[in-house]
Structures are given as C-alpha cells and as structure tokens.
C-alpha cells in the first residue's frame, strides 16, 4: 500500500525539527486543495503517514513547511521578513503504490530535500 510521509531535520542544531506545522495540498493546474495539516513530534516525524490508500493517489502534491514559527521557537535570530519561513516542496507521484518519504533538512538559510522511502 503507497503512503506519504516526511521527517524533518534541523541541521544547524543536529536535532529533529519538533513541532513544524505542515500543510498538504493536492495540485489541479493551478488549483491547490488542501488535504490535510500535521505537526511533526519530537523525532521530527508525523505520527502516522500524511496520505495513504485510497487517500494517496497519482498526481501532483504539496507540502507546506512552516519552519520560520519553528526557528523563532528555537531562539534562532534574525531579520524579519526571515530568509526562510514557509517553505514549499512540490512533487509528482506516477506511481501510488510506493511509499514516497519526502524529508526537510533544514538550517535558518537553507533547506535541502530527496525521495527516499
């Protein structure tokens, strides 16, 4: 069965990136529908898979990461508007039976990302 999931790694502290609200979208287009909002825990991961089964279908994602509200918590300092606050990550998936972990490495001025599984 296809799943959907993320972790999160904040890699200036080298800890897991606790409490990061993430939105998921479904992309038509230009259309955007969000499907469902998570937080992360305290290992940077969701409790469950985002999207599965039926729920995880082909076509076009989007994760919202809001990781300036989770920098600010970290005392992390800097200029407002931050270089980094809500980070978008869109994707394809071809095939929805594969699971298709989508991680953020995460540093107050960069992010990087991968398909794992």
């Given amino acids: 069965m296809g799943r959907l999931t993320t972790h999160v790694l904040d890699t200036s502290l080298g800890c ?3 409490g990061i609200r993430i939105e998921v979208y479904r992309l038509e287009g230009e259309s955007r529908t969000l499907l469902k909002e998570v937080t ?3 290992d940077g ?3 469950a898979p985002i999207l599965e089964g039926e729920a995880f279908t082909e076509g076009q994602f989007e994760l919202v990461f809001h ?3 989770y920098l600010r918590r970290q005392g992390v300092e800097a200029n407002e508007p931050r270089f980094l606050d809500v980070i978008p990550l869109r994707f394809g998936v ?3 039976s594969q699971h298709f972990h989508v991680p953020l490495l995460l540093s107050p001025y ?3 990302t991968y398909r794992g599984s």
């Fill in 40 to 42: 992360t825990n305290d």
């Fill in 94 to 96: 071809a095939d929805a």
């Fill in 110 to 112: 960069s992010y990087s």
């Fill in 16 to 18: 897991p990136g606790q």
């Fill in 67 to 69: 990781a300036g509200d």
């Fill in 45 to 47: 991961r969701c409790d």
